[in-house]
T-cell receptor
Framework: KNEVEQSPQNLTAQEGEFITINCSYSVGISALHWLQQHPGGGIVSLFM???GKKKHGRLIATINIQEKHSSLHITASHPRDSAVYICAVEKGGSEKLVFGKGTKLTVNP | DAMVIQNPRYQVTQFGKPVTLSCSQT?????MYWYQQKSSQAPKLLFHYYDKDFNNEADTPDNFQSRRPNTSFCFLDIRSPGLGDAAMYLC??????????????FGDGTRLSIL
């Protein structure tokens, strides 16, 4: 079983819809990262969380340390949000990232 | 803007012909990472440098080597590429100062094809 599990694997939405992507992990962590990867490869760091909630524009990330669960929300989704969203964790004591398999989001106009 | 730059964006090489991918950073970060990402898979860490200290992942093939001549540059050398080495190679940097939770800054990647 992977240490980081994401759901759903694929997600298709209509423009304007509220999006939720989930991440569960089974190890002790020091931080959790949400990353965005567009077709063509480059990865952008969206959030880094160790507790609570963070918001940046239309993106919101939450983490529940007790339940070992994090969610990424996108409000008022737009076709330019189409990308693969990756959850990754820093296991306690290491700066190396353990990655989930990603969620491919497609937002249709 | 400070950034992580990978060259080239696309690299084609022949089976068995050595190839070098490069990564440079203007962030002055002390840690540099090389990842391999195959189609529809998560990035897989090959190795990382903590300053000059080289850290190899246990399952990284011997065919893969790395050099970091200075803080700004890091190279990935594939000595004898096989068809299974065709992938996107991603370089990332971070500033690790003993505290957890530092973001990693990624380059745009080099897509390697093997003929």
């Amino acid at each position: 079983k992977n240490e980081v599990e994401q759901s759903p694997q694929n997600l298709t939405a209509q423009e304007g819809e509220f999006i939720t992507i989930n991440c569960s992990y089974s190890v002790g962590i020091s931080a959790l990262h949400w990353l965005q990867q567009h077709p063509g490869g480059g990865i952008v760091s969206l959030f880094m969380l160790s507790s609570g909630k963070k918001k940046h524009g239309r993106l919101i990330a939450t983490i529940n340390i007790q339940e070992k669960h994090s969610s990424l929300h996108i409000t008022a989704s737009h076709p330019r949000d189409s990308a693969v969203y990756i959850c990754a964790v820093e296991k306690g004591g290491s700066e190396k990232l353990v990655f989930g398999k990603g969620t491919k989001l497609t937002v249709n106009p | 803007d400070a950034m992580v730059i990978q060259n080239p964006r696309y690299q084609v090489t022949q089976f068995g012909k050595p190839v070098t991918l490069s990564c440079s950073q203007t962030l002055n970060h002390n840690v540099m990472y090389w990842y391999q990402q195959k189609s529809s898979q998560a990035p897989k860490l090959l190795f990382h440098y903590y300053d000059k200290d080289f850290n190899n992942e246990a399952d990284t093939p011997d065919n893969f080597q790395s050099r970091r001549p200075n803080t700004s540059f890091c190279f990935l050398d594939i000595r004898s590429p096989g068809l299974g080495d065709a992938a996107m190679y991603l370089c990332a940097t971070s500033r690790v100062e003993g505290a957890p939770g530092q973001p990693q800054h990624f380059g745009d990647g080099t897509r390697l094809s093997i003929l």
